[in-house]
C-alpha cells in the first residue's frame, strides 16, 4: 500500500490521540467515544482519510466501551496478527490509508459472529439523509 502521507503531514492533519492510535495502533480508553452510543442510521468512515468502513446497519451494543460493528463494508478493511499482548489477536487497518481501527474477535452476533471493535476517535461519523434512510424503508 503507497502511504497518501508522510509522518510529519499526519501530525499536522490529525489530533494527537488521532495519530496515536491510527499511526502508532494505540487503543483509546473504554467508554471515551461519543460513537459508542451513536444510533443513528448512517456511515461510520477512517478518522484519517474518509474512507466508509462501516454501515450503521452492522453496529451493535458490544457492552465493551468501544464501537463494535458484526462486518465492514466490502473490501474497506485489511487485516494482520498482532502479537503486542503476547497472546496473538487480528488487527485490522483502514485499506486506504492503513490507520489503525481496532482488532477483530470471535464473539460477535450472528449473522458473522464476528466483532470489529473500533477505537472511536479513529471514526467519524456520516449521518443519513432524509432521502437515504427513506430509500431504505421501500
Not at 44 to 71: H, N, V, Y
Not at 72 to 100: M, N, W
Request: hydrophobic letters at 30%.
Amino acid at each position: 500500500m503507497e502511504p497518501l502521507y508522510d509522518d510529519a503531514e499526519w501530525k499536522r492533519r490529525l489530533t494527537p490521540e488521532q495519530y496515536r492510535v491510527l499511526r502508532r495502533e494505540g487503543t483509546e480508553p473504554a467508554f471515551t467515544s461519543a460513537l459508542n452510543q451513536e444510533k443513528r442510521r448512517g456511515t461510520f468512515r477512517c478518522a484519517a482519510c474518509g474512507q466508509p468502513l462501516f454501515s450503521s446497519d452492522a453496529k451493535f451494543d458490544s457492552g465493551t466501551g468501544w464501537p463494535s460493528f458484526f462486518e465492514p463494508l466490502p473490501g474497506a478493511v485489511q487485516t494482520k496478527r498482532d502479537f503486542h499482548l503476547i497472546l496473538p489477536r487480528t488487527e485490522y487497518h483502514c485499506s486506504r490509508c492503513g490507520g489503525h481501527q481496532g482488532h477483530v474477535f470471535d464473539d460477535g452476533p450472528e449473522p458473522t459472529g464476528k466483532r470489529f471493535c473500533n477505537n472511536g476517535v479513529a471514526l467519524s461519523f456520516e449521518p443519513a439523509q432524509s432521502g437515504d434512510m427513506a430509500a431504505r424503508q421501500e
